[in-house]
């Protein structure tokens, strides 16, 4: 087959410049009226021609669009809007705020969906009935980006229910969103799709990936044997991020019936005629690792030995909070941000560990609910100069 220089090609769509297109369009009118035929941008014959590549210019634009309608990273707007209902990913608009309220007051007291609670400027409603002690989404009243910090929605704003106490958050709600940019779209959408199937693991991700979570990880404990604590036969799910009520929903939609969940929260989901399951899950918690370490100043250093210490022990600290969620910490790889944290200056000993004065050198392995977490105090650098 012949190869073609624009249009469809074997390298994709190759739109055809304005200036090719001139020059088609010129060497066609000399080849029908003539080598003296007035081709000049001035002339009047060449300011038609120029309107015609324009409009020609503008249809191979069009052409382009139309070639790369289904190719996500290529489209915006509207045209990135209707690629993604082709999974069912839609962009949030005007998306409200949502956070788990725990309801307190005399146990067995009913809150019914559609009660107000508020942290004294915005109100929220709840979504789901909830017998009292427990918890269920509440959504905020407006749409928008309205951040809310843990605790603060304590106002019971629904009066009359008898045995309802009170109520908190015992957790950051999920920030709602205006207008959610194409880039965002993107990438939810390609987490969607990334590792779509019927298997219980694909299948609670992809139910998951929608609700825009900050940290996503699951187990399928098929061994036989206890992972970590993990019971064999059980699917453990991570996640930061989100409501837990919305999580606990989606794990149950898309898990294989039967198939027992493992973790710290604990969330009852009823089922379409109303008989309840628990679902249970975790989110991350951080482990301390503890640091010492020993250093010299090079010739030539002219930082003292207190700051040296501090800018060493300020990169460890940012560099063990960088890692994610069951991420291993690797003693090779802490030499790097200590290195680029001052000159002049060499480290001799580095030691790190799960407990104070740590001696090893060995990598801390930690589970998929587990994030390194790094505290000065527990990390420390001496300066051993002679």
């Known amino acids: 087959m012949a190869t073609t220089q624009y249009g469809v090609t074997d390298k994709g769509f190759v ?6 297109i001139l020059d088609g369009l010129n060497n066609k009118f000399t080849a029908a009226f ?12 060449g300011q038609v021609i120029g309107i015609v590549a324009d409009e020609i210019s503008q249809c191979w634009g069009q052409a382009e669009y139309g070639y790369n309608a289904y190719r996500p990273g290529a489209m915006q707007g509207v045209g990135l809007d209707n690629i993604c209902e082709l999974t069912n990913t839609k962009r949030y608009v005007n998306k409200p705020t949502s956070v788990t309220v725990t309801c307190s007051g005399t146990a067995g007291t009913l809150v019914p969906a559609g009660s107000l609670v508020g942290d004294g400027t915005m109100n929220f409603t709840t979504q789901t009935d909830v017998l009292i002690p427990g918890d269920t989404t509440a959504v905020a009243n407006q749409a928008g980006a309205y951040y809310v910090a843990i605790g603060t929605v304590t106002k019971i704003v629904t009066t009359g229910i008898s045995g309802w106490a009170g109520v908190t958050n015992g957790d950051v709600g999920q920030t709602g969103i205006i207008y959610e940019e194409d880039p965002a779209l993107r990438a939810r959408r390609d987490k969607t799709t990334a590792v779509s199937g019927s298997a219980t ?8 990936a929608d609700l825009n979570l900050e940290y996503i990880r699951i187990r399928d404990n098929d061994t036989g044997a206890a992972i970590n604590g993990q019971p064999s036969g059980t699917v453990f799910v991570v996640v930061d991020g989100g409501t837990k009520n919305d999580i606990a929903r989606r794990i149950y939609n898309a898990k294989t019936g039967g198939v027992p969940t493992y973790g710290t929260e604990s969330i009852v989901v009823n089922d379409s005629k109303g008989y309840s399951h628990t679902i249970k899950f975790s989110r991350s918690s951080g482990t301390d690792i503890y640091v010492k370490g020993t250093f010299k100043r090079r010739p030539g250093s ?4 207190n700051d040296a210490a501090q800018h060493l022990q300020t990169a460890m600290v940012d560099h063990l909070n960088s890692l994610q969620p069951g991420q291993s910490v690797i003693w090779s790889t802490l030499f790097a941000p200590l290195m680029d944290a001052t000159n002049n200056i060499q480290v001799d000993s580095l030691f790190i560990g799960l407990a104070a004065n740590p001696t090893g050198t060995a990598s801390i392995e930690l589970d998929i609910d587990k994030r390194a977490h790094g ?3 527990k990390v420390i650098f001496t300066d051993v100069t002679l």
Not at 15 to 20: C, D, Q, T, W
């Open 15 to 20: 739109r055809k410049p304005i200036e090719a």
């Open 375 to 377: 505290v000065a105090a």
């Open 34 to 45: 003539g080598s003296t035929f007035d081709l000049s941008p001035e002339g009047p014959d």
């Open 201 to 208: 693991v694909e299948a609670i991700y992809a139910a998951l």
């Open 302 to 305: 002219n930082i003292s030995s």
